[in-house]
């Protein structure tokens, strides 16, 4: 399997980017590298443009292709994660009904944990059932800082569209 990989300057830091020949496999606040992957911003340049595009508020959904990598219980948490509306949150709860598995919710912020595709995969979007922000790989701080980012873009698009 052929990985490139890409680090990429955003407005909450720099960000790791990684994808096979089917899709996004990474995007990490951290250094996380498949082994062998070759650096090529050309092919990962499309992805990129998007995240910026999502930081100046231009972009409220992402239309790459995925290649996520993970038990079937977690590719149906990331399933719901990507339906989760941009400017919204649920609750771990609320999203443990979503797949089906209304008991599972501690096993859907693990799930949410080992989300390898950060912000396009929008774990930020889930916070606790009293409204509390929970952990987040990036940071609490970071995770603020997206919910803000896409309240700010959601008000704007509702002024714009007169709803």
């Not at 149906?76 to 599972?104: E, H, K, M």
């Amino acid at each position: 399997m052929f990985y490139c990989h890409l680090e990429t300057h955003t407005p909450i830091g720099t960000v790791t980017l990684a994808a096979s020949a089917k899709g996004l496999s990474t995007l990490s606040f951290r250094t996380e590298v498949p082994q062998g992957a070759i650096e090529r911003e050309s092919e990962l340049r499309p992805y990129a443009r998007q995240l910026e595009q999502y930081f100046r508020g231009e972009r409220t959904r992402f239309d790459v292709p995925l290649d996520l990598h993970g038990t079937q219980f977690q590719k149906d948490c990331w399933s719901a994660l990507i339906a989760i509306p941009y400017g919204a949150t649920r609750s771990y709860a609320d999203q443990a009904r979503a797949i089906g598995r209304p008991a599972a919710f501690r096993a859907v912020g693990q799930a949410n944990h080992c989300n390898p595709i950060a912000i396009i995969v929008p774990c930020h979007r889930v916070i606790g059932s009293g409204g509390k922000l929970t952990g987040y790989g990036g940071g609490l701080h970071v995770k603020e800082w997206l919910l803000d980012l896409e309240r700010r873009g959601s008000d704007l698009w509702s002024v714009a569209s007169g709803q």
